[in-house]
């Protein structure tokens, strides 16, 4: 009996081989460098997500590994291979695009089955494999509809559909929800991360949505001016950026930049350009020492608020509430703790909420609850 695409891979998170290798790949466009001296491994059965502000080399990066792009220097293996001379159509990786790229004259079963009918295998088995991915997707009943009849996300399911027929090891991602609306892009996202555990394949995903990257992601690339500055699983990115660039980058956060003053094996002191002390609780391998330059990042939601001054000794400042926004599930505040400083801070919604007013205020917090990024 012929394998089926979910039988293929063993619906397992193999992660122990690497599907992709990326390295010291470099890639100038008109002398311009895209890409400087990218290092990168990509587990077998990852979702792996490549996120980065426009302009970062994301999509280039992409096109390297599909063979759109050729790098300058460098080297690109999958699975093992090196692909520095293998062709874009003979790499074992397909390509779903943000624009669908599906072919308007044709529908559905065409647009699917199109790849495979170059290639030489039987009828019997073509119509077994379009079907089975159109079932995947649950595009089956929606067989003889053509392109401009189907609805944005139906049609990068169809997208979807067309890259999966052809078994690619790696399936890579361009953006693929970026022209949906935010409802539909919602579901298509629960709907890829179940597609990515079915099939148990490899995905490479770009995109330039944290939120995205981080709720479907075993792990992200932080990419910034055509270098990788941090890669880790999405708590690990949150909770422990490496830079102030990624800190600044995912999710919201306030940076103080400042100069190390003090230093002893439990925390680091830390004297603001705003100038404000703050405290931080040594993290470990760092090499924070005496007059280093570093940003410390806090957290919105890091930050508590009083209106009579709590009896901690470190990191409270008395400021100005200068702004509060309401915002459903929580409220945002701005407060401004000298002339060149302010803070925001995010808080959950509760009947309590303080009221926006000139008040008076104290913000607040713990020495674990910042970190110490150097610049
Ligand atoms: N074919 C090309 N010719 C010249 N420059 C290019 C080409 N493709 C990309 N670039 C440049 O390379 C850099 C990286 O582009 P790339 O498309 O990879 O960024 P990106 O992170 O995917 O951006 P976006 O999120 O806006 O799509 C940019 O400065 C871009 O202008």
């Known amino acids: 009996m012929a394998q089926t695409i979910t039988q293929d891979r063993g619906k397992k998170k193999a992660f122990e081989s690497k599907d992709v290798e990326l390295k010291n790949v470099f890639k100038f466009f008109n002398k311009e460098p895209a890409i400087c001296g990218i ?117 990068q399911r169809v997208a979807l559909a067309r890259a999966l027929v052809n078994r690619p090891a790696v399936l890579l991602l361009d953006e693929p929800l970026g022209a949906l609306d935010l409802k539909l892009r919602k579901e298509m996202q629960v709907e890829l991360s179940n597609l990515h555990r079915e099939l148990g394949l490899t995905f490479v995903m770009v995109t330039h949505d944290q939120e995205e990257a981080l709720s479907l992601s075993d792990r992200i690339a932080i990419m910034n001016q055509g ?37 002893n094996n439990e925390e680091i002191a830390i004297l603001t350009k705003a100038g404000i002390k703050i405290i931080v609780s040594r993290q470990k391998d760092t090499n924070l020492v005496v007059s280093k330059s570093v940003s410390v990042s806090v957290r919105p939601e890091k930050i508590q608020l009083s209106l009579y001054r709590p009896s901690i000794k ?19 505040y701005v407060v401004e703790l000298n002339k060149s400083l302010r803070v925001n801070v995010r808080q959950p919604n509760t009947e309590g909420s303080l009221p926006n007013s000139d008040m008076p205020i104290y913000a607040w917090w713990s020495e674990a609850d910042c970190l110490a990024l150097q610049n």
């Open 39 to 155: 290092n990168l491994d990509i587990r077998q059965g990852e979702f792996f997500s490549i996120l980065g502000p426009s302009g970062c080399g994301k999509t280039t990066t992409l096109r390297l590994i599909a063979g759109f792009e050729r790098a300058n220097t460098g080297n690109i293996l999958i699975q093992g291979q090196s692909m520095s001379r293998v062709p874009a159509y003979r790499r074992p990786v397909n390509t779903v695009f943000q624009s669908y790229a599906l072919f308007n004259h044709l529908n559905v079963w065409d647009n699917v089955a199109f790849g495979l009918r170059l290639k030489r295998i039987s009828k019997k088995e073509l119509k077994a494999r379009v079907l089975e991915v159109l079932e995947l997707v649950k595009m089956e009943g929606l067989r003889s509809r053509y392109p401009s009849q189907l609805s944005g996300g139906q049609q």
């Open 227 to 263: 270098r990788i500055e941090q890669i880790g699983q999405p708590a690990e990115i949150y909770e422990f950026p490496q830079t102030p660039f990624v800190a600044d980058f995912i999710g919201d956060t306030n940076l103080f930049e400042g100069e190390i003053v003090g230093a």
């Open 314 to 332: 470190n990191n409270c400042f008395e400021g100005r509430l200068v702004n509060t926004m309401y915002m459903g599930t929580h409220v945002n």
